[in-house]
């Protein structure tokens, strides 16, 4: 099925507005980003599922289940790799005594690279990110690795995620930056105030994480049905008087919905995709009819009014 598409940064990718996150089917116990038991069968029907309807790219990780995610895709996208555009990253990775740790050495980023290739069993990589910043590396070395990879034909197109202007600016003298990748959603808008800007004026595309701010923009969210486990219960929109607030936001922000048929979710993709500056939104699925419902938000455009009455309902979250 085709779908309208945007040129993310100044590719020549062509990318739908909605993209396909791994993180929840990465979903392991002992992963810090525990999102509850994922079934792999229906984790591959998703992806397979997102694909057959349109979706042209999905957005994974090393990070993600520490290999899992992306092992699932390596499987999903058997006989449908010329389909879909593979976005995946570097840096993020475990040390000796099993806690997170950056690392964006060249020799890293290499071995990584080729860890990547063979988890999702491909020649190479369509958009190659760090996926956050490394603080003991300067970046010019790291993007200077980067720019090899892509003269070998291992990688596409470099990219960042979650990196500040500061580092932007840096890693541009040296070669262009496709895209950068941050949080962005209702709940979460700073990258507004600068990386928006910022981006449209270098022609870097954004995607969006967290779009959803990890479920709970979704019209079935329920915080008593989580794992006692998920890392969603220690977020900040679910403790006390936060939680309290997105209640009451939630229900204004339906009844918006349901004025014109549509869905909370619904509501919230099509808000960050009404922005010029932004090119797709991630979107974590981990079922068929998750899947199934992913491009529902793509085609709604919103009026003044529209816009005015979500604004409005948002000073209830952000007073």
């Known amino acids: ?34 999102w509850g038991p994922q079934n792999e069968a229906e984790a591959v029907r998703a992806i397979e599922t997102a694909i057959d309807l349109g979706v042209n790219w ?27 555009f593979i976005f995946t990253k570097c840096g ?8 997170t740790c950056e690392n964006l050495k060249p020799e890293s980023i290499r071995r990584e690279v080729e860890a990547s290739l063979r988890n999702l069993q491909t020649d190479y990589i369509d958009l190659y990110q760090f996926h956050d910043p490394d603080p003991q590396i300067p970046i010019e070395e790291s993007w200077l690795a980067m720019q090899t990879l892509i003269q070998e ?37 700073d990258i507004e105030r600068d990386v928006l800007p910022f981006s449209q004026k270098h022609g870097i595309g954004v995607l969006c994480w967290s779009p959803l701010a ?11 049905t989580l794992d006692p486990q998920d ?15 997105l209640i009451q936001l939630r229900t204004a922000l339906q009844s918006i919905a349901r004025r014109y048929n549509r869905k909370l979710f619904e509501l919230a993709i099509a808000w ?31 009026t003044d009014d529209e816009i005015a009455a979500i604004e409005k309902a ?3 979250w952000e007073s």
């Open 153 to 189: 034909g291992k990688v596409r197109y470099g990219g960042l995620s979650n990196h500040p202007i500061a580092l932007m600016v840096r890693a541009l003298t040296l070669g262009p930056i496709t895209s950068n990748q941050h949080q962005y959603n209702l709940l979460n808008r």
């Open 214 to 224: 990890s479920g709970f923009l979704v019209d079935t969210f329920d915080l008593d």
């Open 58 to 84: 999905i957005d994974t990780a090393p990070f993600y289940g520490w290999g899992r995610a992306e092992q699932i895709v390596g499987k999903a996208l058997r006989g449908k790799r010329d389909n879909v």
């Open 1 to 34: 099925m085709q779908q309208i598409t945007r040129r993310l940064g100044q590719s020549e990718l062509n990318i739908t507005k909605v993209g396909i996150g791994t993180a929840p089917i990465g979903s392991t116990p002992d992963w810090s980003v525990y």
């Open 92 to 99: 993020t990775l475990r040390d000796e005594q099993g806690n």
């Open 272 to 302: 960050l995709l009404r922005q010029s500056a932004v090119t797709g939104a991630i979107i974590g699925i981990r079922n068929a009819k998750e899947a199934e419902q992913m491009l529902n938000a793509c085609n709604w455009s919103f």
């Open 231 to 245: 890392f969603r219960r220690k977020l900040r929109y679910a403790q006390g008087p936060n939680y309290a607030k």
């Open 314 to 316: 948002l000073s209830l």
